[in-house]
């Protein structure tokens, strides 16, 4: 590579940032569900449909996408998916109507997974050595969050100043505010980014060519469907909680401004801090298993989904359950951070790792198609606490299946490691 102008730390922490922002309008819907209805006029059912288009196409692009930053500049992909994101974020801003926003989701996904979703790791990943890949990119990880984090409660801000759901205009601010961060980010990439040398291009490695025979051997192992399943499970608790402001709103009537900032506490400071805690966990105390981990996120989720379930909502314990969806999301976070940790630990050998981690992120990201088309009908159809009832409902079963998975998959892996002490005994 060529030598970089800039510290790499500096050049991580602006590619981080830039990715980590890039996902949020897409993701529009997690902040500002409430305004999007009242203000563009849609349904929840339709919020929750765009959110589908953009989960499906993205699910179809991740695996090309590496494709796309072998073949080309990622400096070149990573300024140019910014610009276009932005432009896109101002034609967002003009309410079109809902089948453009559609179209819209579906250029996004294009833009942000296509075109960038790789090209940020590998640009990130090239500035160090083999050994020195996790410390890179959970550092970059962690700027993503810080990234997300900063642009979130600017927009905010812009939203309130703007009069918030008083004023049409005020979600036009929001989208204005992240097309103008879009475009600079691009711009500033495209200074800061080194540029791969061309000896540093042919030296990697050829991926080879993906076979139909090694997505079939990665299927018929039942670790595949242990990890996938766990991943769905914490997956689909992610998007349940995505819920967090409307269901605030709806049920104790908080102010717009008020859930808005509690979602954004949820999603962008919890996603800065859970993630590096659970590695720091991982890596320092003697809880080393991440499918431990997960597990033990898991039991803490399950019970408090239960406690949110049985407890009748009333405005006096409206902070007890803001502390309950907090928590929750705190420890979804932390899964989210070692569910793919889970492939590695269950022995997945490195010739078939990146087929599984395919598969695995495939059948784990299935509720992006169906989850938020399902839960907007529940909003639109019943009434707000059967609605929700339904939903936290949902997430108790997907804690379920979590569990399961995971006592199944620590199962696996106690045998295993059984297995091969009473080889070398034998020895």
């Known amino acids: 590579m060529k030598k970089a102008k800039y510290s790499r730390w500096f050049i991580i922490a602006i590619i981080g940032m830039t990715g980590g922002m890039s996902f949020e309008l897409p993701y529009l819907k997690y902040n500002y569900q409430v305004p999007m209805e009242s203000l563009m006029g849609l349904s929840a059912t339709q919020v929750g449909f765009i959110m589908s288009v953009y989960g499906t196409a993205a699910m179809v692009l991740y695996a090309p996408s590496g494709v796309v930053a072998d073949k080309f500049s ?3 992909l990573i300024t140019f998916s910014m610009v276009i994101t932005g432009g896109l974020a101002f034609l967002m801003a003009l309410y079109p109507p809902y089948w453009m926003l559609l179209v819209i989701q579906v250029l996004l996904a294009i833009t942000t997974v296509l075109f960038m979703w790789s090209a940020t790791v590998k640009a990130v990943a090239i500035l160090g050595t083999a050994e020195e890949q996790g410390s890179l990119l959970g550092f970059a990880e962690g700027m993503r969050g810080f990234g997300a984090l900063v642009t979130a409660f600017l927009t905010l801000w812009m939203f309130q100043l ?3 759901e008083s004023n049409p205009n005020s979600l036009k601010a929001v989208m204005v505010t992240y097309g103008i961060f879009y475009i600079v980010f691009g711009i500033l990439c495209w200074f800061v980014v080194p540029e791969e040398s ?12 993906l076979a139909a025979k090694d997505i079939l051997v990665v299927l018929k192992k039942r670790t595949t469907w242990y ?10 608790i992610f998007a349940v909680l995505s819920y967090t402001t409307s269901y605030l709103i709806d049920i104790f009537a908080m102010p717009v401004v008020m859930a808005t900032f509690i979602g954004m506490i949820r999603n962008q400071v919890f996603r800065t801090i859970a993630g590096p805690v659970g590695a ?5 105390t003697r809880l080393k298993s991440p499918t431990k981990i997960i597990f033990i996120g898991s039991i803490v989720t399950f019970i408090g989904l239960i406690c949110i379930i049985v407890i009748p909502a009333s405005a006096s314990i409206i902070f007890v359950m803001i502390g309950l969806v907090l928590l929750l999301a705190f420890f979804n976070y932390v899964s989210r951070g070692m569910y793919f940790a889970t492939i590695g630990e269950a022995g997945t050998p490195s010739s078939t790792m990146g087929t599984t981690i395919g598969v695995a992120s495939l059948i784990g990201f299935l509720p992006d198609v169906f989850i938020y088309p399902l839960i907007g009908h529940w909003q639109d159809t019943l009434v707000a606490t059967q609605a929700y009832r339904n939903m936290w409902i949902l997430g108790l079963v997907a804690t379920g299946m979590a569990l399961l998975f995971c006592t199944l998959l620590m199962r696996d892996i106690k045998q295993k490691k ?3 002490m009473a080889s070398l005994e034998t020895l």
């Open 198 to 209: 061309k000896a540093a291009r042919a030296a990697l490695p050829k991926s080879e060519k």
């Open 280 to 284: 720091l966990v991982s890596a320092k």
């Open 162 to 164: 703007f009069g918030a």
């Open 74 to 76: 990622h400096k070149k």
């Open 227 to 236: 990890c996938s399943l766990i991943i769905m499970g914490v997956y689909t």
């Open 418 to 420: 059984q297995a091969i």
